[in-house]
């Protein structure tokens, strides 16, 4: 469930583009020096935007700094890190393991069996140092399963196990804030759980899989329900995000958060325009 959380790039001044290109390079910075090359590729913009929610809230103290890498080896790229960088790292990294593994328990896809056999011993130390959010992981994820194993799937159940995941490891802190940011992560992690399965829908059914959305396809009222949930999610993610005293880089968080989510999903509905002969294509 990745590749949600990122910004419309389009809606961002340059200045605005390359602080937000720092945040993600300075992440692939802090996977390469705490997992070394396997764990840079796993690399998402999903824990970009938390690092620099994080940072925002807390105002660390940040190291800068412009070095060319094997994606960019003529030009130097602007980072950016601090502990929340480092942070984000940690979790990037336990995400990406356990959805190897998700991978290997629904298809025995033995790439994805490999790979986490190779990610094994650097999950092991980030469980080391985040236990509470390891172990909340693991808890909402064996929730999420048992809710999979039901038919049909219940909707609120499963997303309600993934919203406490991201909760958990969006309050990184037990501090006065931790209540505000379970709740934001919360509802933006029941949000990205229905729009994945909202997205992934045609597959799941060609494949057999169960999907909380299966029961309401045949609706005349599907997309427009559907929009309504996910724009639901969505409020509550905001509404929790905007109680937060946040000044350095707020608009580009804003951007992400009202705009940048939404990015997939209006690919799929230009997708289903261009197909059904309404839009030209534009490729």
């Known amino acids: 469930m990745f590749g949600y959380v990122v910004a ?4 961002l001044s ?11 390079c300075g992440l692939c ?14 690399l998402t913009y999903d824990m970009a935007f938390l690092a620099m929610l994080l940072s925002s809230l807390y105002e660390p103290e940040t190291r800068t700094g412009a070095n060319r890498c094997a994606p960019h080896p003529k030009t130097p790229q602007p980072w950016l890190q601090n502990e929340f960088t480092e942070y984000a790292a940690d979790l990037n990294l336990v995400l990406a393991y356990h ?36 172990a909340a992981i693991e808890q909402s ?3 999420l399963h048992q809710a999979e194993t039901l038919n049909p799937l219940p909707a609120d159940m499963a997303a309600d196990a993934f919203g406490a995941l991201m909760g958990a490891l969006f ?3 037990e501090d006065r804030w931790a209540d505000g940011l379970r709740r934001m992560g919360a509802a933006l992690g029941r949000f990205i759980y229905m729009m994945d399965a909202y997205l992934d829908l045609p597959a799941d059914e060609r494949r057999a899989r169960p999907n909380p959305l299966a029961p309401l396809r045949a609706a005349p009222e599907y997309e427009a329900q559907c929009k309504a949930l996910f ?10 995000f905007e109680k937060l005293p946040l000044v350095e880089d707020a608009d580009i968080l804003r951007n992400i958060i009202y705009s940048g989510v939404w990015t997939r999903y209006e ?4 997708k289903k325009l261009r197909l059904q002969g309404k839009e030209p294509n534009r490729t």
């Open 8 to 11: 419309n790039k389009a809606g």
């Open 14 to 24: 340059e200045q605005q583009l390359a602080r937000y290109r720092a945040f993600y």
């Open 29 to 42: 910075r802090a996977l390469r020096t705490r997992f070394g090359q396997l764990g840079r590729m796993t």
């Open 99 to 134: 959805n190897l593994l998700d991978d290997w328990q629904d298809d025995k896809n033995l790439a994805a069996h490999a790979a986490a056999a190779l990610l094994r011993p650097q999950y092991d130390r980030v469980r080391a140092r985040l236990p509470r959010q390891c």
């Open 141 to 143: 994820l064996c929730a």
């Open 171 to 173: 309050a990184c802190r």
């Open 231 to 240: 724009t639901l999610h969505l409020g509550e993610c905001a509404l929790e």
């Open 267 to 270: 690919a799929q509905k230009q």
